[in-house]
């Protein structure tokens, strides 16, 4: 049973009531024997617990139950098995008392006190840092580290990389004793291994070539709070051994040093890597895995986790604003779209994809069509503006008459007029401008999805227009391909 739970027998059969102390005794439980009032004062005044509850003298059972719904109750004796009903009630004892039935019956009405809806709102009342999602999987990261915290158990974080380890180091690190002390990470994957022992450790003055003064190590900084092992799986062998006897001993030494230093430092530890399979293969040490993972906790992915996306969105967003100072909203369409993406980069992949998308759409609101290529999984209709024709033609008129010819030589209007120099002339009998426009725009479009044998991308990139407007221009042309 929890500390926090207390255990209270309340039986006026006396000898099935002291049966019951001994057998609790014998599997060390502590508990209490009460009489009905003195259960409810206690109950009154230091909160739920779970109540044996046996024979009463007034045979108010169920005015007990109701009386204290954040109680859980065992029932002792088969007469007792109508208040069963009552969903505090958990279950019923009977004797001979065996205990795996007792036990199971204990961790019932354990479960019944967690999963309290008072108790899981104190729950979600724990500040977590910068971890946001509500999805089972997060919850129960959540829960594993609010466990974990309050000790100092070594932990071993896993999960694809993107994914957050270092966020779950953090929070463990800020709900713990420790968190006035500082947190120090190091990537033991980004140091070269003739270096790392010195990182870790620290060096005397003269220790080696360049050790010009004496210098603490990652293990002295983070005395008092957290050492965070970041790609721990990548450690070269010869420093895995070294590392173990510092977690055996709690005790190291400067490189070049003889003094012993008390190591009083949490460790965190965490790998995108299968450690079970690199001990198989002989590049991990299992004694050392061993000793890390005493509490292990799996990162999800964010393909697990797509429910949580919106949340992540506005969260990582609202990062951005911060030192962007702008931010860019996206359409429920668009906000699908990211859902159905498999980010094989996780987390790391979707702010890399939002800090992009504030520096091309800041403060403005994003759809599909706005997305890079590879994250528009739905097949939608973009809005397409219709101009009036007079700004259509004013539009034109300008690019056509009004830059120098060498600026625009790539321009599809200019190109016409230099092939063609009957046509650099007006005729005596005038012209319809915006037929002849339309004829020349219809031309081109031809020409285009023809040489690229109607590969709508390849000709849009070919006229200089994007692949939605030659797409609404070819059905206002009607320029399909025959069949």
Not at 96 to 105: N, V
Not at 401 to 425: G, I, L, N, P
Request: proline share 4%.
């Amino acid at each position: 049973m929890s500390n926090s739970l207390s255990l209270y027998i309340v039986d006026e059969h006396s000898n099935r009531s002291s049966r019951l102390s001994t057998v609790l005794s014998f599997i060390n439980e502590p508990h209490q024997q009460l009489s009905v009032e003195l259960l409810q004062q206690k109950l009154k005044q230091d909160g739920p617990g779970v109540v044996l509850l046996g024979a009463l003298d007034n045979q108010e059972h169920a005015q007990l139950l109701q009386s204290f719904p954040a109680t859980a109750f065992l029932l002792l004796g088969e007469t007792l098995q109508p208040l069963l009903q009552y969903a505090n009630a958990v279950g019923l004892l009977s004797e001979p008392f065996a205990y795996a039935s007792l036990t199971q019956l204990l961790r019932d009405s354990q479960q019944y006190h967690r999963l309290l809806p008072l108790q899981r709102q104190q729950d979600a009342a724990v500040k977590f840092d910068g971890m946001v999602g509500n999805t089972a999987s997060m919850q129960q990261v959540r829960f594993l580290i609010q466990q974990v915290a309050k000790t100092d158990a070594n932990v071993l974080v896993l999960g694809p990389s993107g994914t957050g380890k270092e966020v779950v180091a953090r929070n463990i690190h800020l709900l713990s004793h420790r968190a006035a002390g500082p947190f120090v990470p190091i990537n033991c994957g980004a140091i070269p291994a003739e270096l790392l022992e010195s990182e870790l450790f620290g060096h005397e003055k003269g220790a080696f070539t360049g050790a010009i003064s004496t210098r603490k190590g990652r293990f002295e900084l983070a005395q008092g709070g957290t050492l965070f092992l970041d790609e721990i799986g990548d450690m070269p062998l010869p420093m895995q051994v070294k590392l173990l006897r510092v977690l055996q001993e709690r005790t190291y030494e400067r490189v070049g040093g003889t003094q012993a230093i008390k190591a009083d430092v949490r460790i965190v530890a965490a790998t995108h890597r299968n450690l079970e399979h690199m001990i198989s293969d002989g590049s991990f040490r299992e004694d050392l895995y061993y000793r890390l993972n005493v509490f292990p906790i799996e990162t999800p992915s964010l393909q697990q986790r797509a429910e949580d996306l919106p949340l992540l969105v506005q969260e990582l967003m609202r990062r951005l604003e911060q030192s962007h100072q702008a931010r860019v909203k996206f359409t429920e369409r668009a906000i699908e779209s990211l859902q159905l993406h498999s980010w094989p980069g996780n987390v790391r992949e979707l702010a890399n994809l939002l800090e992009r998308m504030v520096i091309m759409y800041p403060d403005q609101v994003a759809d599909v069509a706005e997305l890079p290529e590879k994250y528009r999984h739905l097949d939608v209709d973009s809005y397409v503006p219709q101009y009036p024709e007079s700004l259509q033609e004013r539009d034109l008129l300008n690019e056509l008459f009004s830059a120098d010819d060498e600026d625009d030589t790539d321009d599809a209007a200019t190109a016409f007029f230099v092939a063609d120099a009957e046509s650099q002339h007006l005729p005596e009998q005038g012209l319809d401008l915006k037929e002849y426009l339309a004829e020349l725009e219809i031309r081109f479009i031809s020409q285009a999805l023809e040489r690229h044998e109607f590969v709508v991308a390849r000709a849009a990139e070919v006229l200089g227009l994007r692949r939605t407007t030659l797409v609404e221009k070819m059905r206002k042309y009607n320029l399909g391909k025959d069949e």
